[in-house]
């Protein structure tokens, strides 16, 4: 099991989300279903901008009895739904299934979510999950304790943990730091540093030589001073604010040599998750 990650979600968006704790990576809210407000492209590129990550979730019917008939309905809604937004496929998608569904029925609910899984399976998104009562003890479990979980059992990726947060804007979860795109190959604090190490020298000289034509208006030409073809005159203001880019790029490099906090998942794959 990897490192646990902070994961809020709610109904509706709630910009520029400050009142998040500062270690939440990602806001989860509704592709559609049984929801009050289904996410516009807007309000997913927002919370992306804002928090980092964007995940969606699809609510089964509520309050009744489901059956594998309504996760085949519900997997049709919800593909259709991530190809509109052009979700990405490796990204978690969820099925929201409340703990009054899940009671009325628990064998239907499973059959509905095993048929939800299948359908979105079938057209590419593997990373499938349910979000259920603490009862089912699977997937994404709803377990109010109030204490943020250190690990999670077996068979579960997510424990959502407290609710109605910050005037009921929002619950929040722990989840495992794969899902954020896999375990497989993780970015620590060396590998960074590394990064910066290689790239900082090109960059520093490219800022000097910027630097060097700064004070005249001349013609783009190579680093080897071979002029550019059908080069298009810069301005001294031109390359001022080109220089100061440089300059910003390098001093975040430069803070890469302090401790960078946990582990950045960049790539990875999954399976679809499983009652």
């Not at 699977?138 to 304790?145: R, V, Y």
């Not at 979980?149 to 609710?163: C, E, K, M, R, W």
């Not at 794959?269 to 009652?275: F, I, K, Q």
């Given at each position: 099991?990897s490192?646990?990650?902070?994961?809020?979600?709610?109904?509706?968006?709630?910009?520029?989300?400050?009142?998040?704790?500062?270690?939440?990576?990602?806001?989860?809210?509704?592709?559609?279903?049984?929801?009050?407000?289904?996410?516009?492209?807007?309000?997913?590129?927002?919370?992306r901008?804002l928090v980092?990550?964007?995940?969606?979730i699809?609510?089964?019917?509520?309050?009744?009895?489901?059956?594998?008939?309504?996760?085949?309905?519900?997997?049709?809604?919800?593909?259709?739904r991530?190809?509109?937004?052009?979700?990405?496929?490796?990204?978690?998608?969820?099925?929201?299934?409340?703990?009054a569904?899940?009671?009325?029925?628990?064998?239907?609910?499973?059959?509905?979510?095993?048929?939800?899984?299948?359908?979105?399976?079938?057209?590419?998104?593997r990373?499938?999950?349910?979000?259920?009562?603490?009862s089912?003890g699977?997937?994404?479990?709803?377990?109010?304790?109030g204490?943020r979980?250190?690990?999670?059992?077996?068979?579960?990726?997510?424990?959502?943990?407290?609710?109605g947060?910050?005037?009921?804007?929002?619950?929040?979860?722990?989840?495992?730091a794969?899902?954020?795109?896999?375990?497989?190959?993780?970015?620590?604090?060396?590998?960074?540093?590394?990064?910066?190490?290689?790239?900082?020298?090109?960059?520093?000289?490219?800022?000097?030589?910027?630097?060097?034509?700064?004070?005249?208006?001349?013609?783009?030409?190579?680093?080897?001073?071979t002029?550019e073809?059908d080069?298009?005159?810069?301005?001294?203001?031109?390359?001022?604010?080109?220089?100061?880019?440089?300059?910003?790029?390098?001093?975040?490099?430069?803070?890469?040599?302090?401790?960078?906090?946990?582990?950045?998942?960049?790539?990875g794959?999954?399976?679809?998750?499983?009652?």
């Open positions: 099991m490192e646990l990650i902070r994961v809020a979600d709610g109904a509706y968006p709630h910009p520029p989300y400050t009142f998040l704790p500062d270690d939440v990576m990602v806001w989860a809210g509704y592709l559609g279903g049984h929801t009050p407000h289904p996410w516009t492209a807007a309000d997913i590129a927002d919370a901008r980092g990550a964007w995940w969606g699809w609510t089964a019917p509520d309050r009744r009895a489901i059956t594998a008939t309504d996760g085949v309905q519900d997997a049709a809604g919800t593909v259709a991530l190809v509109e937004l052009s979700y990405p496929r490796a990204d978690p998608v969820f099925y929201d299934v409340e703990y569904t899940w009671q009325a029925d628990p064998a239907g609910a499973r059959a509905a979510i095993t048929a939800w899984k299948r359908g979105l399976a079938a057209a590419g998104y990373n499938a999950y349910a979000y259920v009562p603490l089912a699977f997937d994404w479990i709803a377990h109010w304790t204490a979980p250190t690990s999670l059992p077996a068979g579960v990726i997510g424990i959502q943990y407290d609710h947060l910050f005037n009921d804007a929002y619950d929040i979860s722990v989840f495992d794969s899902l954020l795109g896999g375990s497989d190959m993780l970015l620590t604090h060396d590998d960074l540093a590394a990064i910066a190490a290689a790239v900082r020298p090109d960059l520093a000289r490219l800022a000097q030589w910027v630097a060097g034509r700064s004070n005249s208006v001349f013609a783009p030409s190579t680093l080897d001073g002029p073809p080069a298009v005159y810069a301005t001294k203001s031109d390359v001022a604010a080109l220089k100061a880019q440089f300059d910003q790029v390098l001093k975040l490099l430069a803070g890469i040599s302090a401790p960078v906090q946990g582990n950045f998942t960049i790539s794959s999954g399976t679809v998750g499983g009652p």
